[in-house]
């Protein structure tokens, strides 16, 4: 409460009076004393009783109460500023056994996860377990975006039935929201009402993401009628009050309550109301409206000592300016808070940012102050964008250092500014971040410049950005940037041709890049052996940034069980030490290995959940579209031997890839999987067009090993289908000559089983099958089975292709074993071949001894999500426990 915040430190005023500050801003009378209220001055809106208030809202009043009574549900009161949503709210907190609360406030709104800390003040956060990863959100030092969130629902969870109910959801800070977006994705898994009140005028893209959920009702509460007028104002009155007030029933009240005849706005009411009270509560209320509330800080804001502005707070109260710790409606807030001279306004937001406690909150009133308060400012300013980093917000922590740089600082200060501000940048505007970059060494000491070069290079090439990383690398003068800047350069059709070609980046590459060294000798020089043995000793002390590039090299050699297991061992320790982009690109590369194993069902569910993050966190697939292809083509791939062509079309849709691709190396890996749907599709001279640009690309790179991508095998397909049998078979000869060069037996099967397909010639079919039985690839060897068409070859072909998840191969080899006059069994209802990609993961973890909650932490879903994945499974499976898991999922696709 206001006054009794004030009270409590009154009988320290004697001997400790609250500063001023040299400012006066109570206006008094002649003597000194200030006038007190008039008899006669109207009563403000907010005084009105509720059930007043309410009128016309029965609809919505039972809807707000059928979403608390029901299962996880979401309600968004959405509609312009005094339509009566917050009164609807105030009356659903009442209905609830437990509810959590927060109000959205403009000066807050750039305190990360603000919000959240209203809602979970005094809820403590566990140690151990998925929930303990939400105390980032309460703490500086914490982890990044998915795993706060992830934590915060775990924390959600554990606290049973609850209802969540924030007003003002447009003036949150950005964080808060995404958690929001976040749990409506969920909200049916959790006995949670999430209620929510924001103007439909200021609804961003994470409340309209919100709006448009399944599990969201929207309320559009209406103005009231003439008749709803007529029964506050009385008929006389009525038509005059309706006109003049829209129908909305805050200023239907003021008007009301005003004593004059003709109606006067409100803010014209609350002015006077002001000028009618002693001059101590002008000073007060803007205190209350620059600090956010009531209590000392207000009244040391407002000049005045304890005594004073206790008085003042009560007879704020008493007038109904003031309410509880705050004013009784934003809108008086606003009004107050308008009426501040913007000088004054300033100063007292430089004064409160004295007087207030955590970084974000010392920040809030910094970035209100305006430009001029220099070190001390730009300090602040760094702390709360520190604080924002560590909970996973960079563009919270942007906001905060663009404008601690526009203060005028010595280049001590600037610098490590600079260098904060481009971290931040790059998190969340890739190149962005590169002009803070440059300026940073221009005036950064020597002795700071190649610390500040590899890390924003690094930032930049995680992203995909390889030109930018390269420019910031070849800023370096160390052998820890030269040997990024190799590592980077082998990415970049640009950059390769600026080198010189791989070769002539091989000849400098620095001790410290053999990694690098190894890949550019798996592409370029045969046998692959050679090159992936010298990835292996590489790989030790490789920089993280060069794992990537020997774990590819050893992929390319055709090594995939050992490629495989490096980069699980690489997403495991990425999880548990919460570094997620590099778990989401050790996932992504894993599971383009695990297609070429033939693992398609894990390949498609490990891919699933790294979209289902991008998603969760509300963020455009655009701001990943350099990162994408790395999931989006294995993606694609394993889409179309699970028989699922227009999924894979509508993924490349959404994630913006369908055209403009980048000569950069993942782009290259997307270009043959789109050449393959095109030919799924029945559009074969767009799949020779974009074959041909793949072989294009790969042959300017001067990558000569299949075994990195297999596109003359694709062209060769794509030119037989559109006629060009010359074309198509001289790609074929060129994969067949090189992979038999290189070692490599995958794509020497795979460029004998195109040629087999265009020449229909049986003894390059069978060596074809011979070649492909010898490698790890199994699902490329079903395919050749397929094409052998003898019985036994096909019922072998039909078992391999349910053992990978290959629906569509399952399909062409059941029917022609058909075609034989064989009788093979239908495709698999129930049995392990009947699963889900999903559900045989969550099938193979539980098999493996982890609880639900574990799994469920693991993939970053529910709980009850897991319990529907078993059972589908249980019912699939046709066994009743977990203990028989194992027995039943023995077949394994490997």
């Known amino acids: ?18 500063r001023r500050d040299d400012r006066d801003d109570v206006r008094c009378d002649d003597d ?14 907010w005084r009105t009783p509720l059930t007043f208030a309410l009128l016309e809202r029965e609809d919505e009043r039972a809807a707000l109460a059928a979403t608390l009574s029901g299962p996880g549900g979401c309600v968004l009161v959405s509609g312009p500023a005094g339509i009566g949503k917050t009164a609807l709210l105030e009356e659903t907190r009442g209905l609830a056994p437990r509810v959590l609360t927060a109000r959205g406030s403009e000066l807050e709104r750039s305190f990360a996860f603000g919000g959240v800390q209203q809602l979970f003040a005094g809820v403590r956060v566990p140690d151990e377990g998925a929930a303990a990863h939400a105390a980032a959100a309460f703490s500086v030092g914490g982890e990044p975006d998915h795993a706060v969130l992830h934590g915060l629902y775990w924390l959600t969870a554990g606290l049973g039935p609850l209802a969540i109910v924030v007003d003002d959801a447009h003036w949150l800070d950005r964080p808060t929201l995404r958690w929001l977006a976040y749990m409506v994705n969920r909200i049916a898994d959790l006995p949670l009402a999430l209620i929510l009140a924001a103007r439909n005028d200021e609804r961003d893209e994470l409340l309209s993401r919100i709006a448009l959920h399944a599990s969201t009702r929207v309320i559009e509460p209406k103005p009231l009628s003439p008749a709803a007028v007529a029964t506050l104002a009385g008929p006389d009155r009525a038509d005059a009050i309706h006109e003049a007030s829209g129908g909305i029933p805050f200023y239907v009240h003021a008007l009301v309550a005003s004593a004059d005849e003709v109606p006067r706005p409100v803010i014209e009411s609350i002015a006077l109301r002001l000028d009618a009270l002693p001059p101590a509560c002008l000073a007060l209320a803007r205190g209350v409206a620059v600090a956010g509330s009531g209590g000392t800080i207000a009244a040391r804001l407002a000049g005045l000592d304890v005594r004073t502005a206790v008085e003042a707070a009560e007879a704020l109260g008493r007038a109904d300016i003031l309410n509880g710790d705050g004013f009784a409606h934003p809108l008086v807030q606003q009004a107050v808070y308008a009426a501040i001279p913007a ?16 970084p974000e909150r010392v920040a809030a009133h910094v970035l209100a102050s305006g430009p001029g308060g220099g070190v001390k400012a730009a300090r602040a300013l760094r702390a709360a964008a520190a604080a924002a980093w560590a909970r996973g917000a960079p563009d919270t922590a942007v906001s905060y250092l663009r404008r601690a740089s526009e203060e005028q600082l010595p280049r001590a200060e600037l610098v490590p500014l600079l260098r904060e501000l481009a971290r931040a940048l790059v998190a969340t505007d890739g190149p962005g971040g590169l002009p803070a970059l440059r300026e940073a060494l221009a005036l950064a000491p020597a002795g700071e410049r190649e610390a500040i070069v590899l890390e924003l290079g690094r930032a930049l090439m995680v992203q995909g950005y390889f030109t930018d990383a390269a420019e910031a690398f ?31 980046l091989a000849a400098q590459l620095p001790a410290g890049a053999s990694a690098v060294g190894a890949w550019i000798e798996v592409a370029r020089r045969p046998p692959a052996e050679t090159g992936a043995d010298h990835a292996e000793l590489a790989l030790p002390d490789a920089k993280p940034s060069s794992v990537a590039g020997a774990l590819v090299a050893l992929m390319a050699a055709g090594r995939l069980e050992r490629a495989d297991a490096a980069w699980t061992a690489v997403a495991d320790r990425a999880r548990a030490g919460g570094e997620l982009e590099v778990l989401r690109l050790a996932i992504a590369l894993r599971a383009i290995v695990r297609v070429r194993q033939g693992r398609v069902v894990e390949a498609e569910a ?53 055209g403009d691709w980048p000569e950069v190396f993942g782009f290259t890996f997307l270009l043959d999987s789109l050449a393959r749907l095109r030919l799924a599709q029945g559009r074969a001279p767009e799949a020779l067009n974009l074959a041909r640009e793949c072989g294009r690309r790969q042959r300017a790179w001067g990558i000569r090993n299949p075994g990195f991508l297999a596109w003359d095998s694709t062209l060769a397909a794509a030119a037989f289908a559109t006629g060009r049998v010359e074309e198509a078979l001289d790609a074929a000869d060129e994969q067949i000559d090189l992979a038999a060069a290189f070692g490599v037996p995958r794509e020497h099967g795979m460029g004998l089983l195109a040629k087999a397909r265009i020449t229909g010639d049986a003894e390059t079919l069978r060596a074809a099958v011979e070649t492909l039985a010898a490698s790890p690839a199994r699902l490329e060897y079903a395919h050749a089975l397929v094409e052998l068409g003898d019985r036994e070859s096909l019922r072998q072909a039909l078992e391999l292709a349910e053992r990978c998840g290959a629906t569509a191969l399952g399909s062409r080899a059941r029917d022609a074993l058909v075609a034989t006059g064989a009788k093979p069994r239908r495709a698999a209802l129930t049995g392990a071949a009947a699963l889900t990609a999903t559900q045989e993961r969550v099938a193979r973890l539980a098999a493996g001894g982890q609880s639900n909650r574990e799994i469920a932490e693991r993939l970053f879903v529910t709980e009850k999500t897991i319990e529907g994945h078993l059972g589908a499974a249980y019912r699939k499976l046709g066994i009743a426990s977990r203990t028989q898991l194992a027995q039943a999922l023995q077949t394994d696709p490997t």
């Open 1 to 18: 409460m206001v006054a009794a915040d004030v009270r409590d430190e009154q009988r320290r005023a004697e001997r400790e009076p609250v």
């Open 32 to 45: 000194g004393v200030g006038a007190h209220p008039s008899q006669h001055a109207p009563e403000l809106p």
């Open 343 to 358: 000088a004054q306004r300033g100063e007292m937001h430089a004064f409160a940012a004295q007087l207030v406690n955590g």
């Open 474 to 504: 070849a800023r370096g003068a160390g052998e820890e940037a030269r040997t990024e800047l190799a590592t980077v350069s082998v990415l970049d059709l640009a950059l390769v041709r600026r080198a010189g070609g791989l070769d002539a």
């Open 606 to 658: 490990d891919l699933r959940v790294l979209l289902g993050w991008v998603g969760e966190l509300a963020l455009p697939f655009g701001d990943y579209r350099m990162a994408l292809p790395w999931v989006i083509s294995p993606l694609v791939d394993a889409l179309l031997e699970r028989g699922h062509v227009d999924e894979a079309q509508q993924w490349v849709n959404v994630t913006g890839l369908d």
